[in-house]
């Protein structure tokens, strides 16, 4: 890994603000002067700006050169505690290229549960940020660029952070906030049912119909800690289906991977004839996955193509201590794909506890291989 | 000092081990299709259509019998064998998931392989009795219970070859005897099983011909023994049909029947079609030169080579390689020497699957039902692709190489089963 420190001294204020006006017209950014003055004066000034997997090809540009760049700074600010962007302007590689602000940190070790991820159309841009992040003098941020290989960071200027913008910079939206994470409550938490975006269904997630194909519903945005999660539990109306059995499947988002099939669950349920159907996904083995914390940011439900009036009447994510209250709520068919698959030694120890996790069969099984060797020995002698 | 294993001894030990290396694979693995088969076995079981369902009538019944006895010591999970549609009873993997995920999953397949288990050992013991010299009888034991190609085919992907199989050894058996009616009826059953043995109809019918009998006499025993095979054969769905039952119960009406029915039987790519039915015919005329010998003699070594022939210029499912077995085996009654073919068999098969499978048939996926953990965890292709191949060497090029060498261990085979016994003591 290659670490490299630029540090530069300050240069004369006023050769800097006679500068001021060339460098408005250059680069087009039209800010306010006092502003870029700032963004400008306080690179040059005190710059304790650490790269990663980044190589210098001149005084202000740097190449992607390994898998993991960043850079980690502190950024400018005209004014503290208001500043509502952060302003980039990163050259024309990086349009379009996932960015990720990290903004907590304890000497340069960055918790990944505080970030920012946005992409950047066109540069210049200032990133809008969210209302609640405070960020002080001390603030280090590190931004990450991912996806880029052997492209190329222009860097005049550090990200400087500001309370106003005008055009022609482009305001951008992060992607996805995550401020930290939530710890799930012991009494397990219900989810809100009003906002949940619908797919091919019409109506709100508390009366709905299915319209097309593909009919699922997505919760809003979580940050739940999966330590002390049991599961996802759901109770809807549904409607009355030709089928005798349902399938209902869970995506489940974490800040590792967005909605896949490769991390979801189905299970099958009988049609209910009074119409309420209700069943937990389990999804306790997420906190036996590596890293163990993770961050729950969404969950979907697909539900089955049956036409008639649907509503989704209860979600709730289930902590640990009220799992045996929902365990005869988990189908009996249930099919889980896991994200990470045991290997070497974990796999034979899980193979063989599948085994014997029925016990009944373990027992007779056992007893089978003792009696045919015993009567294998006894005909084998006795025929001598 | 010690006192070297007696017959019975012999015959016990190898049927003992062959017995518990079995137990060992039947609860613990499986392919999808077992699962599909299972469905199909237990819907009809769930909705009583018993006099439905005409296709491979016998292992069918043989299967829905021991589903309904394994009921008596499995509360079957509800839905879990549901089919909504029985045109559509092939399983898809969401399906097969939760089977896989089912707590009884380890029953349902020690049951379910049950009647494999009965008809291969059964097979085993007809064979023990088919051969009459007592060294090649125990080779041919041997070779029949610890061959790689059934034990995988029925323990570890699942499947009902065996039955089959069995049928097949009966009927040599039979002719064995000279009872050339229940032989007749015994190839019927087998045909019951599996179409295929269609193949070996011919040379059935060419074999019962006795060359120092009358020939009104060779008439009517070839007359009766085609009579009673079509019969037996056509019998089920005719009472079926009779009693107003659904003979097309599975049958998928959406799904592609290719126009050359016989082509399609075979499974055969199009350009192999011809030369097979001109391998097939020159098998026809040297079993007819060879009419002097005896009746089981002749149909042994015909029904070796058709398979040769049919496998050397054609590939099927991975576990069809099973019907290979038998009738090379039952050849060392005629004192052939085949212990030599058998093992280039099992190493070309073996080479040739592991470079040609995809994600599913011979992979860690059929031990899936230990933990879904082994599904998708890779296979022999994508470590040739990354570790093996090259420009000059790809993957396909080393599939079409050992499908080469199969073909040459099939005329290898064939050289073996056709060429005159010698006086060699070595069975290899």
């Known amino acids: 890994m290659s670490i490299k420190c630029i540090s530069t001294v300050a240069m004369m204020p006023p050769l800097l603000v006679s500068m001021l006006r060339l460098l408005t017209n250059l680069y087009k950014l039209k800010l306010p002067a006092t502003i870029l003055a700032t963004a400008l004066f306080s690179n040059l000034a005190f710059a304790q700006t650490v790269t990663n997997d980044l190589t210098a090809t001149s005084s202000t540009h740097y190449r992607v050169s390994g898998d993991d760049p960043y850079i980690i700074f502190n950024p400018p600010q005209q004014a503290e505690k208001t500043s509502r962007y952060l302003s980039f302007d990163l050259g024309t590689h990086l349009t379009g290229i996932p960015l990720e602000i990290f903004f907590s940190s304890q000497q340069d070790l960055f918790n990944p549960y505080y970030k920012i991820s946005f992409t950047i159309a066109n540069f210049p841009a200032a990133l809008e940020l969210p209302a609640d992040l405070i960020f002080t003098e001390s603030t280090r941020l590190r931004l990450d660029i991912n996806q880029c290989q052997d492209c190329t960071i222009k860097l005049e200027f550090l990200p400087f952070l500001s309370d106003q913008v005008s055009a022609p ?11 930290g994470v939530t710890p799930l409550a012991n009494d397990s938490a219900r989810l809100n049912t009003s906002n949940w975006q619908l797919n091919d269904l019409t109506g709100t997630a508390n009366n709905f119909e299915v319209s097309a194909s593909d009919p699922f519903l997505v919760s809003p945005q979580l940050t739940l800690s999966t330590q002390q999660l049991a599961g996802v539990y759901f109770k809807l109306k549904a409607p009355k289906s030709d089928e005798a059995w349902n399938d209902y499947q869970l995506f489940y988002q974490t800040e590792r991977h967005s909605f896949t099939a490769q991390a979801s669950s189905t299970l099958r349920v009988a049609d209910n004839a ?28 697909d539900i089955p193509e049956i036409s008639g009036s649907w509503a989704l009447l209860e979600a709730r994510l289930v902590h640990q201590e009220q799992q045996d209250d929902y365990l005869d709520k988990i189908p009996a068919q249930l099919l889980e794909i896991k994200q990470q698959r045991a290997t070497g030694l974990s796999l034979i120890k899980k193979s063989l506890l599948n085994v014997f996790a029925d016990l009944g069969f373990s027992i007779s099984y ?12 006894r005909a084998y002698r006795s025929n001598r | ?66 589903a309904w006895f394994s009921t008596l010591f499995i509360n079957v999970t509800d839905g879990l064998f549901h089919l909504s549609d029985p045109t559509q009873s092939v ?129 009517i025993t070839l007359s009766c023994s085609a009579a009673i ?34 082509n399609a039987l075979l499974s055969l790519g199009y350009y192999w079609f011809y030369p097979i039915v001109i391998c097939l015919s020159v098998l026809a005329i040297y079993q007819w030169e060879i009419g002097a010998r005896p009746k089981s003699e002749r149909f042994v070594l015909s029904a070796s080579v058709v398979l040769f022939i049919y496998f050397g210029f054609n590939v099927h499912s991975v576990h069809y390689a099973a019907w290979l077995v038998l009738f090379p085996i039952l050849s060392m009654q005629y004192g052939k020497k085949v212990v030599l073919p058998f093992m280039a068999l099992f190493g070309v098969w ?79």
């Open chain 2, 91 to 219: 399983s898809n993997l969401v399906d097969y998931g939760f089977f896989l995920n089912d707590p009884n999953i380890y029953r349902h397949l020690f049951f379910f392989k049950l009647p494999y288990l009965i008809f291969d050992i059964a097979t085993a013991l007809l064979i023990w009795k088919f051969i009459d010299n007592p060294r090649h009888r125990r080779i041919a034991l041997l070779i029949w219970l610890f061959n790689p190609l059934t034990l995988f085919s029925t323990y570890i992907f699942g499947r009902f070859e065996v039955i089959s199989l069995f049928f097949l050894m009966a009927c040599a058996l039979q002719l064995k005897y000279d009872r050339v009616f229940l032989a007749s009826a015994l190839f019927s059953f087998a045909l019951l099983c599996r179409e295929i043995n269609l193949l070996y109809a011919p040379f059935l019918l060419i074999a019962l011909i006795d060359v120092k009998d009358h020939w009104f006499r060779n008439a």
């Open chain 1, 169 to 179: 910079v482009t305001v951008v939206q992060p992607s996805r906030l995550q401020n």
């Open chain 1, 366 to 377: 056992l007893l089978l291989l003792i009696v045919s060797t015993w009567f294998l020995a």
């Open chain 1, 274 to 301: 009074n119409g309420i159907v209700e069943f937990m996904f389990p999804l306790d083995f997420l906190h036996k996955e590596q890293p163990s914390v993770a961050v729950l940011e969404r969950i979907r439900l």
């Open chain 2, 1 to 66: 000092m010690h006192k070297p294993m007696n017959n019975k001894q012999f015959l016990i030990a190898a049927i003992g081990l062959g017995v518990l290396l079995r137990f060992a694979l039947m609860p613990f693995f499986a392919h999808v299709d077992l699962f599909s088969e299972a469905r199909r076995v237990f819907y009809v079981l769930e909705n009583d259509y018993l006099f439905d369902n005409g296709h491979r009538f016998v292992v069918f019944y043989i299967e829905v019998i021991f």
């Open chain 2, 350 to 428: 073996l080479v040739l699957w592991l470079l040609k499978t995809d994600n599913g048939v011979f992979t860690l996926f059929l031990a899936a039902p230990l933990t879904s953990d082994f599904i998708g965890m890779g296979y022999f292709p994508s470590v040739f692709k990354q570790h093996i191949a090259s420009d000059t060497f790809t993957l396909h090029q080393a599939i079409q190489l050992m499908r080469s060498i199969f073909l040459v261990v099939m005329g290898f085979f064939t050289y073996r089963v056709l060429k005159n016994e010698s006086n060699h003591r070595t069975m290899l």
């Open chain 2, 229 to 262: 095979i079509a019969l037996i054969y056509l019998l089920p769905n005719w009472l079926i049909n009779l009693t107003g039952g659904d003979t097309q119960l599975f049958v998928d009406p959406s799904a592609a029947h290719p126009n050359n029915s016989l």
